[in-house]
T-cell receptor, first 113, second 117 residues
Framework: KQEVTQIPAALSVPEGENLVLNCSFT??????LQWFRQDPGKGLTSLLL???SQREQTSGRLNASLDKSSGRSTLYIAASQPGDSATYLC????????????WGAGTKLIIKP | DTGVSQDPRHKITKRGQNVTFRCDPI?????LYWYRQTLGQGPEFLTY????????KSRLLSDRFSAERPKGSFSTLEIQRTEQGDSAMYLC???????????????FGPGTRLTVL
């Protein structure tokens, strides 16, 4: 059974710092991995999607990497801003038959001005 | 706005009542998913549709839960005889069934927050 873990559960850093969020998964036979952002009481916004054949994806100040063999993904946020404060979740899909997502519990990020 | 929409955004009900939620996916998406999220946790998969066909249901979806997508467009999720343990955020997502690059991305609605008193 696939399990997804995100450490730390919460992180607080000063504005301007670069930071890394971690996601690990137990079954390396994944199809895709997605990183999402969730603001309090709101739905989920997709940030980056990495296919199993890819090593990384970039969007603006965000860079996500994937190492399937070790069951790990990282989300790198450069030059953090207070507006980046949110909960960040990663999710993996098992295969290409249904794209069901298995989720981590998220990392709550606070960027201090 | 052509994103995923959900209605209502909030629902407060008394234990034992029935509730129904609606999800309108992105119009060109033929896959629709329902998830449930409790406080401090990631979402849990409930069920998904390919067009009007319900192809998979989680064991979390007890007999009190039913989902439909009658015309392959919007979907409804009904909970009968609600219990306090049903209190959660119910999220809907939609996607294409495939892309040429193989990267099928799910897009989420704002969710319906259910509180059962």
């Amino acid at each position: 059974k696939q399990e997804v873990t995100q450490i730390p559960a919460a992180l607080s850093v000063p504005e301007g710092e670069n930071l890394v969020l971690n996601c690990s998964f137990t079954d390396s036979a994944i199809y895709n991995l997605q990183w999402f952002r969730q603001d309090p009481g709101k739905g989920l916004t997709s940030l980056l999607l990495i296919q199993s054949s890819q090593r990384e994806q970039t969007s603006g100040r965000l860079n996500a990497s994937l190492d399937k063999s070790s069951g790990r993904s990282t989300l790198y946020i450069a030059a953090s801003q207070p507006g980046d404060s949110a909960t960040y979740l990663c999710a993996v899909s098992h295969d290409n038959s249904n794209y069901q997502l298995i989720w981590g519990a998220g990392t709550k990020l606070i960027i201090k001005p | 706005d052509t994103g995923v929409s959900q209605d209502p955004r909030h629902k407060i009900t008394k234990r034992g009542q029935n509730v129904t939620f609606r999800c309108d996916p992105i119009s060109e998406h033929n896959r629709l998913y329902w998830y449930r999220q409790t406080l401090g946790q990631g979402p849990e998969f409930l069920t998904y549709f390919q067009n009007e066909a319900q192809l998979e249901k989680s064991r979390l979806l007890s007999d009190r839960f039913s989902a439909e997508r009658p015309k392959g467009s919007f979907s409804t999720l009904e909970i009968q005889r609600t219990e306090q343990g049903d209190s959660a955020m119910y999220l809907c997502a939609s996607s294409e069934s495939w892309t040429s690059g193989g990267a099928v991305e799910q897009f989420f609605g704002p969710g319906t927050r259910l509180t059962v008193l």
